[in-house]
């Protein structure tokens, strides 16, 4: 498996995995209605336009036979007046291959982008009740805010987890950095 850096040739595939991730993920958490509004055309515009922009990007996780199976979209802090300077903005593995690794590796490189730009500070948004924030524990994220969420008129409420310096990111899992 190869962790690269996404082309603009990857956008259908990466919407692929971010579609169905998001349904397996979010079924039990989120109602019909909220769940139906990602879809495919506007994923893949979505993965085009942070491909094409010069201050974001994404990184894919490669099969030998070019399956992309997980993705991690990243770049500066969106909100704004946050004094975390880098978001990761999702971060997506299909089912069949979560819990091999594949998501702390598309972290470090996420890790390595975001230092190559200048930016030490981390931060993610996530549903306070999505139990894949262990991820985010297991790599040594705190929670950092929390704030309500309104997707076309269902209410929820939001954590976001941060690492004040992500070159300690995988500190605390120096066996698993050294299987990785
Ligand atoms: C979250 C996600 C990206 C993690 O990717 P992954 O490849 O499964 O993660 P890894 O295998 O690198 O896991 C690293 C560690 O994180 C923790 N972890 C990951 N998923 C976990 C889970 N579901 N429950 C508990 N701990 C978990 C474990 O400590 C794991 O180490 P271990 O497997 O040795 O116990 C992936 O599971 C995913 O896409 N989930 C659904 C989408 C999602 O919720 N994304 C985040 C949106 S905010």
């Known amino acids: 498996m190869l962790i690269r850096e996404a082309k603009l040739s990857d956008a259908a595939k990466i919407a692929r995995v ?34 094409k922009s010069k201050d974001k990007g994404i990184v894919v996780a490669e099969m030998e036979r070019g399956e ?3 993705f991690a979209a990243f770049g500066p802090e969106r909100a704004g007046g946050l004094p975390f300077k880098g ?37 993610v948004w996530t549903l306070y009740n999505n139990p894949y924030q262990r991820f985010y524990q297991a790599l040594g994220g705190t929670i950092v805010y929390a704030r309500t969420l309104d997707i076309e008129g269902f209410k929820t409420l939001e954590r976001a987890y941060g690492w004040w310096e992500i070159g300690t990111m995988f500190a605390e899992s120096q066996h698993r950095n050294q299987m990785l």
């Open 68 to 70: 992309i199976v997980g």
């Open 87 to 123: 978001e990761l903005y999702v971060i997506y593995v299909l089912k069949a291959f979560q819990r091999k690794g594949i998501g702390s590796r598309l972290m470090m490189a996420v890790r390595k982008k975001l230092l190559e730009m200048g930016i030490h500070s981390l931060m």
């Open 18 to 51: 971010n579609v169905e991730t998001w349904k397996s993920t979010y079924q039990e958490l989120l109602p019909p209605q909220q769940l139906a509004l990602v879809t495919f055309p506007d994923r893949k515009n979505y993965a085009r336009e942070i491909i």
